[in-house]
């Protein structure tokens, strides 16, 4: 192992998916693709539909297996983990925030934050201050016993952040987070993702189409037909608004 891929969370090296039972040409999502993510960056993933951005968040969220390629997690060669090992780890460092939020109807906010605790080796005792804690730091103390159907869009993109937060993982991973929501509430969900960043150190790796959007972050990778086509520092990074916080 490198120096620098010890010293990263993520590390990859010549990545591939290819999609397809073996009978037809596989269709390939991601071929060649290699790249570090040091730990506290936050990256955007950018390219347009079909460019393989959410196939790429899939492997390094550990939700998939590539084709062929390696992968290291906090220095682990994560390539030749067990299912049971690979799902162990997710629980424990990795947070999940989809566009679609994915939240549990009829049930509170507080609640649906509790749920990844369930998964997790976390005393049961620590389970409410943990998810009151969670709730807090993405501005909805105030909504902590509401149903979803009593919260906005954004709001409910917060309660998303909150559950992803509440095992306190060393990396969130988001795809197209701001993709259902109206600007104003794109942009606070953008603020608690840099603050997160900035005051909580997480590393983040998100997925968007929108310059605007990508902005937030430090470094931004392009794909285009499954490879990389560009991986830049972000110059005018845009700084945080704190209205969020309550
Ligand atoms: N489960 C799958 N089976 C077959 N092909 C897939 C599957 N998932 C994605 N693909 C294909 O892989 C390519 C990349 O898809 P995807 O990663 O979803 O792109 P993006 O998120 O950038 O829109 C596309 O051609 C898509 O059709
Ligand atoms: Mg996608």
Do not use: C
């Not at 509440?166 to 993709?179: H, K, L, M, R, S």
């Amino acid at each position: 192992m490198t120096a620098k891929e010890a010293e990263s969370v993520i590390s990859v090296k010549n990545l591939r998916k290819a999609y397809g039972d073996g009978s037809e040409t596989p269709t390939v999502a991601l071929d060649k693709v290699s790249f570090d993510v040091p730990r506290g960056q936050f990256l955007a993933i950018m390219g347009p539909s079909g460019s393989g951005k959410s196939t790429l968040l899939h492997l390094l969220g550990l939700l998939d297996e590539p084709t062929s390629g390696s992968y290291r997690f906090n220095g682990k060669n994560v390539t030749s983990y067990t299912s049971d090992e690979l799902a162990d780890l997710r629980n424990r460092e990795i947070g999940f925030v989809f566009q679609a939020f994915n939240l549990l109807p009829r049930t509170s906010v507080i609640d649906n934050v509790k749920l990844p605790l369930y998964y997790s080796k976390i005393p049961e005792h620590e389970w409410d201050d943990r998810a009151r804690e969670a709730v807090e730091s993405v501005g909805l103390a105030h909504r902590m016993h509401h149903g979803q159907s009593e919260l906005s869009g954004g709001e409910r993109q917060r309660v998303a952040i909150a559950r992803a937060l509440v095992t306190d993982p060393e990396v969130i991973f988001a795809d197209e987070p701001t993709g259902n929501l109206d600007s104003k509430s794109g942009k606070t969900v953008m603020a608690i993702m840099q603050h997160l960043n900035e005051e909580h150190g997480k590393t983040i790796v998100l997925i968007t189409h929108e310059t605007s959007t990508a902005d937030h972050a430090e470094r931004i990778i392009r794909l285009m037909d499954g490879e990389m086509e560009s991986d830049t520092r972000v110059h005018s990074r845009l700084s945080a608004d704190d209205e969020f916080v309550k």
